[in-house]
């Protein structure tokens, strides 16, 4: 059973930055897929970035192309999101995802799924 386990979240204003991670543990080798969704509170969870495989593909939602970047470790143990030019539309309960065998940010391809940190962002 892969666990997840996400840090970084906290508070920051408009425009500001923050970085988050996700340590996997357990039976990481065999996943190709690992993704950052978030949701706010009343809407419903989405897709955010997702990066797949030896080759990083990656793929990102429109919402935050050019403002996140999603990067993973050569171990697969960890995943990265780093966040720039945060926006208050940003704050929501962020979540580190893995096991789905695409890059397509769906929730139901997901398996695994860690507990969530808050990002909130002031304006």
């Known amino acids: 059973q892969v666990q997840l386990v996400e840090s970084g979240g906290g508070s920051v204003q408009a425009g500001g930055s923050l970085s988050l991670s996700c340590a996997a543990s357990g039976p990481t080798v065999s996943i190709k897929c690992m993704a950052w969704f978030r949701q706010a509170p009343g809407k419903e969870r989405e897709g955010v970035a997702v990066i797949c495989g030896r080759s990083r593909d990656s793929n990102y939602d429109d919402s935050v192309k050019g403002r996140f970047t999603i990067s993973r470790d050569n171990a697969e143990k960890m995943v990265y999101l780093q966040m720039n030019s945060l926006k208050s539309e940003d704050s929501a309960m962020y979540y580190c995802?893995?096991?789905?065998?695409?890059?397509?940010?769906?929730?139901?391809?997901?398996?695994?799924w860690g507990q969530g940190t808050q990002v909130t962002v002031s304006s």
């Open positions: 995802a893995a096991g789905a065998t695409s890059s397509l940010l769906l929730a139901p391809a997901y398996t695994f």
